[in-house]
């Protein structure tokens, strides 16, 4: 009885040492097989499926193969450093991380993932760019356009934009993007010598102080029931100049040559833009730019 549980018990131990044995020989082929396996070609894409904005297929192909040292087709897959090819990758403009690696059918498969451009901003000067939401400088495209709030007389700190300032634009940027009816009625904004800023709007003969802006969100907000409550009543060309600077409260100056508007007609002006506003006047979520191609 004990001899025949000894022999079972090798022979289990025997089992699982061939198991063992077998899936080491397996994998010891796949991996040889893999080491001598060569490139089939290569494929590129982003990782959230969308369409490239700063990079062109033909430009990562000729860092891949610079990097490779030639041609990657027909190169063993062992001898492209994928690594260096990730790190060349993450410094061109627009790039906030990429991963570089090879599939079963040893395809070198390359995946980008591209910063976000939140707001256009124009330097004191001529020069433009993009910001994107971690408040750094992205260039312009040439294969798109992106759709985001414009800011004009960006100041310079050296080589970067003031740091304080471009953090604070990209939290306007927000704050209209996660909007429709902000998205739609602000023009752009405007900053002046102390770094005060001030919109300009789409419809309306006035404009909108928001000093610093150090608390978008709350200074939207009171600014669209200000839109809510006296605008729509009086019309957009009522004040000149609006202030949502300070907390709880709004100051409006009148527009002292403005004439005297048609009750019924003005209804009309006003209530088509602030009923748009009122089925968006419940969150601020960020959502992504437009792109618009050129």
């Known amino acids: 009885m004990m001899r025949s549980i000894t022999i079972q ?6 089992l699982w040492v061939g198991i063992a044995a077998a899936m080491g020989y397996l994998l010891k082929t796949a991996w040889s097989e893999k080491k001598g396996s060569r490139c089939q070609g290569f494929s590129l894409s982003r990782k959230d499926k969308d369409s490239f904005v700063f ?13 490779a040292g030639g041609e990657i087709v027909g190169q063993l897959t062992s001898r492209i450093p994928l690594q260096a090819i990730e790190d060349t990758l993450k410094m061109l403009p627009g790039v906030s991380d990429a991963q570089a690696y090879f599939d079963n059918a040893s395809f070198l498969q390359i995946r980008i993932q591209e910063r ?17 939401s971690a408040a750094q400088l992205l260039p312009l495209s040439d294969q798109v356009v992106i759709d985001c709030p414009v800011f004009n007389g960006v100041r310079w700190e050296g080589k970067h934009p003031d740091s304080l300032q471009a953090v604070r634009i990209v939290s306007l940027a927000r704050c209209i ?3 429709s009816f902000w998205f739609a009625q602000v023009g752009h904004f405007e900053i002046d010598d102390k770094g005060q800023f001030e919109m300009i709007p789409v419809a309306g003969n ?17 600014l669209w029931l200000f839109y809510q409550q006296v605008l729509r009543t009086q019309g957009l060309d009522r004040y000149a100049r609006i202030d949502v600077r300070y ?15 048609d009750s019924i007609q003005l209804r ?18 960020v959502i992504k730019p437009i792109k618009r191609a050129t």
């Open 9 to 14: 018990r090798v022979l289990f131990v025997l």
């Open 55 to 67: 990079i062109q297929a033909t430009q990562v192909e000729k860092l891949i193969r610079l990097r």
């Open 116 to 132: 976000l451009p939140v707001a256009r901003i124009f330097i004191r000067g001529g020069a433009s760019y993009y910001l994107d």
């Open 177 to 179: 993007q996660s909007d």
């Open 206 to 222: 006035h404009r909108v102080q928001f000093g610093g802006a150090e608390d978008p969100t709350a200074s939207f907000r009171r």
């Open 247 to 261: 907390q709880g409260q709004v100051v409006a100056s009148r527009n002292r040559y403005s004439a005297q508007p």
């Open 268 to 285: 009309k002006q006003v209530d088509k833009l602030i009923e748009a506003g009122l089925r968006s006047d419940s969150s601020y979520q």
